[in-house]
């Protein structure tokens, strides 16, 4: 049974740091590329950052420069660093998986290619 498990969500003030796991099981981690995503209050789920199998990395531009992803197969986990949080970053988030056949290619942003997902943590920055 594959579960992702995210942690290190709460409440923050604009400008502080906070870094999400995703700790996963029950999947071949080391063949998955995995992603952040994201749902803010009324809003749709977002991408934000993904790392994929090869450790190529991508990310939504809002994020970029602020937010780190990286991978430790060791520890089948996957963290999230956001620095200089603002309050639109407020939202909860979302880690998911999917294995990728392909070596060195990069992450997908689409939702629809991630086949497994966490629960979610909340992460609030206020202003």
Do not use: H
């Amino acid at each position: 049974q594959v579960q992702l498990v995210e942690s290190g969500g709460g409440l923050v003030q604009a400008g502080g740091s906070l870094r999400l796991s995703c700790a996963t099981s029950g999947l071949t981690f080391s063949s998955n590329t995995v992603g952040w995503f994201r749902q803010g209050p009324g809003k749709a789920r977002e991408f934000v950052a993904a790392i994929s199998r090869s450790r190529i990395t991508d990310y939504t531009d809002s994020v970029k420069g602020r937010f780190t992803i990286s991978r430790d197969n060791a520890k089948n986990t996957v963290y999230l660093q956001m620095n200089s949080l603002k309050p639109e970053d407020t939202a909860v988030y979302y880690c998911a998986a999917y294995q990728d056949g392909i070596i060195f290619s990069g992450p997908s942003r689409l939702e629809r290619s991630y086949d497994y997902w966490g629960q979610g943590t909340q992460v609030t920055v206020s202003s």
